[in-house]
Nanobody
């Protein structure tokens, strides 16, 4: 199982970024996929999830209305569209999913700052 996150960077408050995560090593379309983030000095937290079948989604209250999770099962890829970014969104973002717990990629750094 492998996850490769990309799309992070430095953005000003109010800006947007689109993160991508390419997954491999399992039948992607069978599993819920999620995005997590970890800010310096804080625990990793769940940001958003998308189910495998009907694409039902979940969002943390802190990102609801600003972030959108989506998936392309043909490309084994999950996305996170992030709009109206705030400095509090600064963190390393990770995707996760599949049949094994505790498998993480290298993450992608998102920094929201002037």
């Amino acid at each position: 199982v492998q996850f490769v996150e990309s799309g992070g960077g430095l953005v000003q408050p109010g800006g947007s970024l689109r993160l991508s995560c390419a997954a491999s090593g399992f039948t992607f379309g069978f599993y819920r996929m999620s995005w997590y983030r970890q800010a310096p000095g804080k625990e990793r937290e769940l940001v958003a999830s998308i189910l495998r079948d009907d694409n039902s989604t979940y969002y943390a209250d802190s990102v609801k209305g600003r972030f959108t999770i989506s998936r392309d099962n043909a490309k084994n890829t999950v996305y996170l569209q992030m709009n109206s970014l705030k400095p509090d969104d600064t963190a390393v973002y990770y995707c996760a999913g599949g049949p094994y717990v505790g498998v993480w990629g290298q993450g992608t750094q998102v920094t929201v700052s002037l």
